[in-house]
Structures are given as C-alpha cells and as structure tokens.
C-alpha cells in the first residue's frame, strides 16, 4: 500500500501565476486534510475534505485559495494569483477515520 | 481558544533519554499525538494516545498524558544520533470532523 503521494514535490511559480497542488490519499482513505508550513514554524491546518465534499475550511484564506477532492482522482489545492507570502511547504494528510493523519511528503512552493 | 505550546529546542547526548513537552490548552481534545520530521520530509506519525488514557508504551517511546493539567509529554528511551529531528505535539478536536492543531515543534539534537 503506497503512502500518501504528493506532487509535484517542488514548484516554482512567479507573483500572479497559479499553483496547483495535487495529493493522491493512501488506499482506503477518504478523508484529506491540507496544512501550510512556513519556514521553522509548525504546521497549519487549511481545509479538511471528505469526497466531493468539504467539512472545514476554517484555515483556508477567503481568497484565492481553494481545494477540492473529487469522486475520482486526486484532490487539488489550488492558489491562484501567487504572492511571495505563498512560498511554504505545504503538506496533504489522509485518514482511514478521521484520527489518524498519514501526512505525504510535501510540496515546496517558492514564488519568485 | 485552541492553541498548542512547546520549547523550541532539546539537546541530549546519544544513550540518554529525551524528554520532550508539551502543553495544551482546548479541554475537547480527543487524540494527542507525536509527530517526527526530518529535514526535507513530511511528517511521521510516532504515537498517538486517546485523552482519557493516562499513558502509553510503544518500544522506546512513552507517552504521559496530564489531562488536568493539559500536559503530554514523550518520552525517547536510549536516545540514538537517528532521533535528531522536529518533534510536534498535535492536538484534535472534535469540530464538525477532527480538527488538528500542531505545535510548533521542538528540535531535538542527540550529541555522538
């Protein structure tokens, strides 16, 4: 059973461009969690989503970021018109229950 | 308010234990858990214990939970060179599905 899949694992956007963010859960897993991490800071929860669903968004900023996990395929976190305060690690966590978080490897945003 | 506390950094020489702490402060928390990250990797969950238990074993790892005090500390057993990392202490609650709250890490650096 292969871990939670993250790509890509770096991505360098410039200010104003969009970043997709894609996360392949582990098998069986249905719930899908987003945190952001600065820079020797711990992380940040975003958004929680179930398929087709999402159950909390409280972390998400109300602009210009968005997720989705759809019935098929991966889920998406999507940035649109980067800025510089963007640049983070972000990282995807899956869940068989909603307890136990498998967290993927990350993928490092730097907007130039 | 929910909000997760630990120190920043622990230095230990190899062989000896490694106490690591952390404090709470939301009274709904359901689970606590122990995180590890290496440079450049995404986050390993070590252990993780329900609130109403007071302590957990798991090898070199042991976990103390002081609900009353909203205190969880964990413990590394014969601390190797391989410990050295970011260590979080992460909190759920339960608000509309779990919710995690993560600390901001503790450096542990284990001297040869």
């Known amino acids: 059973n292969a871990g939670v899949m993250q790509n890509p694992r770096h991505l360098v956007r410039r200010r104003g461009q969009e970043a997709r963010l894609r996360c392949s859960p582990m098998k069986g897993h249905s719930h899908v969690y987003w945190y952001r991490q600065l820079p020797e800071e711990g992380l940040k929860f975003m958004v929680y989503l179930q398929k087709e669903n999402i159950i909390d968004e409280s972390g998400m900023p109300k602009e210009r970021f968005s997720a989705e996990f759809p019935k098929e395929g991966p889920s998406i976190l999507r940035i649109q018109q980067v800025v510089r305060g963007d640049s983070a690690a972000y990282f995807c966590?899956?869940?068989?229950?909603?307890?136990?978080?498998?967290f993927g490897p990350g993928t490092r945003l730097t907007v130039t | 308010g929910e909000d997760v506390e630990q120190s920043l950094f622990l230095s230990v020489r190899e062989g000896d234990s490694s106490v690591i702490n952390c404090t709470y402060t939301d009274s709904s928390s359901t689970y606590l858990y122990w995180y590890k990250q290496e440079p450049g990797a995404g986050l390993q969950l070590l252990t993780y214990i329900f609130s109403n238990m007071d302590m957990k074993q798991d090898q070199r790892l042991t976990v103390l939970l002081n609900k009353k005090d909203k205190h969880l500390s964990l413990r590394i057993a014969d601390t190797q060179t391989g410990d050295s990392a970011i260590y979080f202490c992460?909190?759920?609650?339960?608000?509309?599905?779990?919710?995690?709250?993560f600390g901001a890490g503790t450096r542990l650096f284990v001297k040869a």
């Open positions: 966590a899956s869940s068989p229950r909603a307890q136990e978080q498998y």
């Open positions: 992460a909190e759920s609650i339960l608000a509309g599905g779990f919710k995690t709250i």
